[in-house]
């Protein structure tokens, strides 16, 4: 009996001192993808870009697909957005985007998001300028 007892004690004492889960609580924090999306009205594009130089032109279309864009242009700086009706649409243009595109610092294509249908391309500075916005934030939950 004093061996069960002995090895029971043992058990118990690992149990509680070695970590372990056995209660279904964790001491590691869970985190949480979250998305952080900013894309402006285009008359704000346009307004913010035009200050700096850039060329800005509207199309009703976004070649094949319904929807609305805007280009603006200077230089080697660039950004072509475009806000499509359909999202099953986002993937086929992005991929001529970035097909057409020899540099870019970012592509996106959001289907459904908050912001609606919409694909995105080009250099740091003119979406910076423009306040284009998206990044996969990672948070800790304590």
Known sequence: MKKITAVLVCLISLLCFAGCDVL???SK??????????????????????KKGYTVTYT???GQYAGKGIICVNGDDYL???????????????????????????SVSL???EAGNVVFIGTTN?????????ELVVEKNE
Do not use: W
């Not at 993937?91 to 870019?104: G, I, Q, T, V, W």
């Not at 003119?126 to 998206?134: E, G, I, K, R």
């Open 24 to 26: 279904g609580t964790s």
């Open 29 to 50: 924090p869970e985190t949480t993808l979250r998305d952080v999306i900013n894309i402006p009205e285009f008359d704000q594009i346009e307004k913010r870009l035009s």
């Open 60 to 62: 009703d279309t976004a």
């Open 80 to 106: 072509e957005l475009y806000k499509l009706t359909n999202m099953e649409d986002c993937s086929s243009l992005m991929e001529e985007l970035n097909r057409s595109h020899d540099h870019s610092d970012k």
């Open 111 to 113: 289907e459904g998001s």
């Open 126 to 134: 003119a979406l910076a300028l423009a306040d284009v916005q998206y």
